[in-house]
């Protein structure tokens, strides 16, 4: 009889594990019928060794880029060597740093898993090779690379193999830009203009002109407004986007990721100065982004509005 009770015991015990087992399996069963996604992360920074490109034709196109990306206008500007397709002097490297490999400064290694992409700003799917023109023909007021051009061809390689570094199906340091807390105030374009001209006037001049290199062929440092600056349109013309970036990566000099300079209400009031377009001019567009309202960024300073909310109410808060 003991050994009857010992055996039913232990069958209890192996039905116990046995209907864990599945009651797990049936959870995540049900998760991913859910479509609840298992997001990993990697906590280690990611360091792109150019080192590393092939020594073979298609790292002569990825190699090409790289350069075209760290000096675009003089590949590709107004006046350059191998098109003339940007209307400014300006260089991709000036937003996406160190040729789109900068940790927290508009990152784009996971650019090449991304798309085809949905893009709410032009209301359609986006090919990546589409994406890249929409950054000539915005931040550069340019006309599109033609899709099966030496550059374009190159851009998509170059995208390539950086996306080799960022780890599969996980998020990663610096992916994404720092993100700011939004005060409960309106941010304010005159405190702004105080914190520019003792962080930033040094650098990009006190009309936020920039500072042109000896050569006349692009900026040591950029304009921050007037015709030759970005476009309305550019993520950089969005306060929040451009206070994410500037609170990791400005002043060049002093700040830091892990250590920014800039508490998050001076970066936003930067923001907010730099894209004041009732102070400082910008190139002229012959229309605006999102042509379904309901999918407006919030930032987004220009209507129609699908809430109540006034346009500098989306463009400065609260």
Known sequence: MKKYYQ???YFSVIMIVVAFF???????EKDIANCKPVVNSTDSLIIVDTAKIPKDKFGESVRYVRQLMLNTAYYIGPDGINGKYLRNKMNCTNCQQEAGTKLYSFNLMDSHDNYPQYRAGEGKVLTLAERVNNCIMRPHSGKPLPLDSKEIIAFLSYLKWINGYAPKGKKFKGEKNLE???????VSPKRGHILFTKQCARCHGAAGEGIMCADNVTYQYPPLWGTSGYQPGSSMHRIIKQAQWLKANMPQDKATWDKPLLTDSEVLGIAAIVNDDDIHKRPVVKSFDYPFPVEKAIDYGVGPFVDTFSEAQHKFGP
């Open 180 to 186: 700011v807390k939004f005060p409960a105030v309106a």
């Open 7 to 9: 055996v039913i015991v």
């Open 22 to 28: 599945f009651s797990c399996n049936i959870n995540k």
